[in-house]
């Protein structure tokens, strides 16, 4: 059972930690049940109010964005702004359910901004373009906070793979549908994916980790019963860049490489959707 920490404290120590922290707009992943409770054992429901209570007053007058990503578009071709649920924890679910009118309209890589007037809103084709929530992100030299998460909720890293274009992954369209109360809208997706082989695109995240620690680049906070983890944009989107120029497979544990190196031998390079077929052949076999 998570323990529980008074809203006045986990205020104090958020405070605390973002004092240090220069940026303006936010990305953050949360596992609250991580931090502990607010005040005394609520319903779900209520404990979510309570974060978000003090996640507002703590990012008041920053552009906060949660997550509230669903996958079910690559399958059904349909996102409904309203109704889609976040997959992506119960805090950011909450978000969805009382404050859809302030998610943004990307199908699968979506988030509800707080504090946003002027940030962009409406779909983009590639979620991991320039012009994304990513990239909006990084023209600000926002920070990404890990609140309870791990870091290997991070999705920077695939905009920083998309700016380098990456062959171990490949890009894939999914057309599809945008519902906005009554609005409707035939939408095209298009994003890297993974290889359907076992073991490709797997990501060495220990080996990361201690990477961004012996840098300085993941700053760590206490943070009520569990840890605050930080990246700013700018400095995170640098040092991999960097990391990717000298080593494509940089990402990627041993084993992937290895399976990378010999998909570009079987296919060449960059990987393509149409390999897939080949693979899901080989899959029903």
Same mark, same amino acid.
């Given at each position: ?95 969805? /359910? ?53 870091? !290997? ?36 997706? !298009? ?38 983890? /930080? ?55």
């Amino acid at each position: 059972m998570s323990v529980i920490i008074a809203k006045n404290v986990l205020l104090m120590e958020l405070d605390t930690a973002l004092a240090s922290l220069n940026g303006g707009a936010v990305i953050l992943h949360s596992d609250i049940l991580r931090i502990g409770f607010i005040d005394k054992l609520k319903s779900r429901e209520e404990i979510c109010a309570d974060y978000l209570q003090v996640l507002t007053e703590v990012f008041a007058g920053r552009p906060l964005l949660i997550p509230s990503f669903n996958y079910d578009y690559c399958r059904s071709g349909k996102y409904d702004r309203r109704n889609s649920p976040s997959q992506v924890g119960a805090l950011t679910d909450y978000c969805r /359910a009382r404050y859809w009118h302030l998610r943004t309209l990307t199908p699968v890589f979506n988030f509800v901004v707080f504090n946003g007037d002027d940030f962009p809103m409406g779909p983009t084709a590639n979620p991991f373009a320039e012009e994304s929530s990513f990239g909006q992100l990084l023209r600000r030299n926002g920070l990404i906070l890990f609140l309870g998460a791990r870091l !290997e909720a991070n999705t920077f890293l695939h905009y920083v793979e998309e700016c380098h274009q990456v062959g171990y992954r490949y890009l894939k369209k999914f057309p599809g549908e945008i519902i906005d109360g009554d609005s409707r809208q035939q939408f095209l997706l !298009e994003f890297r994916v993974r290889p359907l082989i076992e073991n490709s695109a797997e990501y060495d995240w220990p080996r990361l980790t201690a990477d961004l620690s012996r840098e300085g680049l993941l700053l760590e906070f206490k943070v009520g019963n569990g840890t605050l983890l /930080a990246h700013r944009s700018g400095d995170l989107y640098q040092f991999w860049s960097l990391r990717l120029q000298q080593d494509e497979f940089y990402f990627l544990t041993e084993n992937s490489r290895r399976v990378a190196a010999r998909l570009y031998r079987e296919h060449g390079r960059p990987l393509t959707v149409e390999c897939e077929e080949q693979w899901c052949s080989r899959l029903n076999k």
